[in-house]
């Protein structure tokens, strides 16, 4: 079955450009979370969604970061006015649900869009 | 702040040799799992151990829990080329969202 999709996978664009970046989780995951990740480096947390509930945006940087979920499925995060330290990889992961007294259930990551930011 | 940390942060080693990483934290946790990422590409799960499990097994890798010591190990026996990779732990707690240590890049040498 297809897995977690992400485009574009490559992005450059000049500093304080707006970019979106588009998730296609898998089919019937109700959590969709977001990350980042530097060259070389762990992940960054940035927003994750669960079902109906209101996101956990605690990871976002910067007030220019802003995530939605449409339709419980695709996700787009945008980042305005983009700065060259938004240069990274950002990750996109579903799962059939996050937290709760069962724990976590394994996430599934898409490729990833590599961002540059000129 | 992480809740996992891997050690070590590199490991380089020749094919057919075994590979350990550790992963340790700091609150007590529901289940732990492991994830690899190969280089340009996502993560992707490898096992999960739960709390209540002290040992888990999946092909050639083994994972150990030990919460008393608030640690993992993951093993690679008879690693190949092609285990060359970043390797993750995430600590999943109660009613939070995972949480992703830092990773140890592994390098498995021909």
């Known amino acids: 079955g297809a897995g977690v999709s992400q485009s574009p996978s490559n992005k450059v664009t000049e500093k304080g450009k707006d970019v979106e970046l588009r998730c296609d989780p898998i089919?019937?995951?109700?959590?969709l979370y977001w990350y980042r990740q530097s060259l070389g480096q762990g992940l960054e947390f940035l927003i994750y969604?669960?079902?109906?509930?209101?996101?956990?945006k605690s990871g976002l940087p910067s007030d220019r970061f802003s995530a939605e979920r449409t339709g419980g499925s695709v996700s787009t995060l945008t980042i305005q006015r983009t700065q060259q330290e938004d240069s990274a990889v950002y990750l996109c992961?579903?799962?059939?649900?996050?937290?709760?007294?069962?724990?976590?259930?394994?996430?599934?990551f898409g490729d990833g869009t590599r961002l540059s930011i000129l | 702040s992480q809740q996992g940390e891997e050690d070590p942060q590199a490991l380089s080693i020749q094919e057919g040799e075994n590979a350990t990483m550790n992963c340790s934290y700091k609150?007590?946790?529901?289940?732990l799992q492991w994830y690899r990422q190969n280089s340009g590409r996502g993560l992707v799960h490898l096992i999960l151990?739960?709390?209540?499990?002290r040992e888990k097994h999946s092909g050639r890798l083994r994972v150990t829990l030990d919460t008393s010591k608030k640690s993992s190990s993951l093993l690679i026996t008879a690693s190949r080329a092609a285990d060359t990779a970043s390797y993750f732990c995430?600590?999943?707690?109660?009613?939070?969202?995972?949480?992703f240590g830092t990773g140890t890049r592994l390098l498995v040498s021909p």
């Open positions: 992961a579903s799962s059939l649900g996050t937290g709760g007294a069962g724990g976590n259930q394994p996430q599934h």
């Open positions: 089919s019937g995951h109700t959590a």
């Open positions: 969604f669960q079902g109906n509930s209101a996101p956990d």
């Open positions: 609150t007590s946790i529901n289940n």
């Open positions: 151990i739960r709390s209540n499990e």
């Open positions: 995430a600590t999943d707690r109660r009613f939070q969202k995972l949480v």
